[in-house]
């Protein structure tokens, strides 16, 4: 089952833009991940953000997490068309195997 | 270096024929994961070994679906009397040590279409 939901499911902008995609999750976690996936197949971790954190930088990313709310926001300022790809949070709740959520499909237009 | 490779990177059989999926892992990464996934879906867990053994086989659909690793290192998924609904993409991933606060590293998955 998936542990999380996106939202957006899509989302469309122009390079240059801003990119806000969000992630609910169910239970308490150890840590939430971000991880982007070209074309459906494999996925390159981009963030990890643990339980007693609130905010990580990482180049053009930036990651909130609020556990009180179970919610975190993947930010990606100035978009480029080479970002459009789909994202998901994943979280270790309580073992050591990742629980993805649904997923946001990121499309930017030159 | 190399990261984690599958083979095959497509595999298309009948229903109800046996197929094994092969994942090499990152050299030196203890910990290993295999989930699928369906289109327009995120990956959903099968199981993971620590070294040679399965420490959590929990997202097995059901008893067709086995997966070994009996050196620690390169992993068999097997799936015996295929079904329709098994199509999907398997992905592999790795770890140095246990997974639990590490970044997964994905192999780029073998697609499995069950005709």
């Known amino acids: 089952s998936q542990q999380g939901e996106e939202d957006p499911q899509a989302l469309s902008i122009q390079e240059g833009e801003n990119a806000t995609m969000n992630c609910s999750y169910k239970?308490?976690?150890?840590?939430l991940q971000w991880y982007r996936q070209n074309s459906g197949r494999g996925l390159v971790h981009l963030i990890l953000?643990?339980?007693?954190?609130r905010e990580k930088h990482s180049g053009r990313l930036r990651v909130t997490l609020d556990t009180s709310k179970k919610s975190s926001s993947l930010l990606i300022t100035a978009s480029r068309a080479a970002d459009t790809a789909s994202y998901f949070c994943?979280?270790?709740?309580?073992?050591?195997?990742?629980?993805f959520g649904t997923g946001t499909r990121l499309q930017v237009f030159p | 270096g190399a990261g984690v490779s599958q083979t095959p990177s497509n595999k298309v059989t009948e229903k109800g024929k046996y197929v094994e999926l092969r994942c090499d892992p990152i050299s030196g990464h203890t910990a290993l994961y295999w989930y699928r996934q369906s289109l327009g879906q995120g990956p959903e867990f099968l199981i993971y070994f620590q070294g040679t053994g399965a420490a959590d086989d929990s997202g097995l659909p059901n008893d067709r679906f086995f997966a070994v690793r009996p050196e620690g290192s390169v992993s068999t998924l097997k799936i015996q009397r295929t079904e329709r609904g098994d199509s999907a993409v398997y992905l592999c991933a790795s770890s140095y040590e246990r997974a639990r606060g590490n970044e997964q590293f994905f192999g780029p998955g073998t697609r499995l279409t069950v005709l």
């Open positions: 239970t308490s976690i150890n840590n």
């Open positions: 953000i643990r339980s007693n954190e």
């Open positions: 994943a979280t270790d709740p309580d073992t050591d195997k990742l629980i």
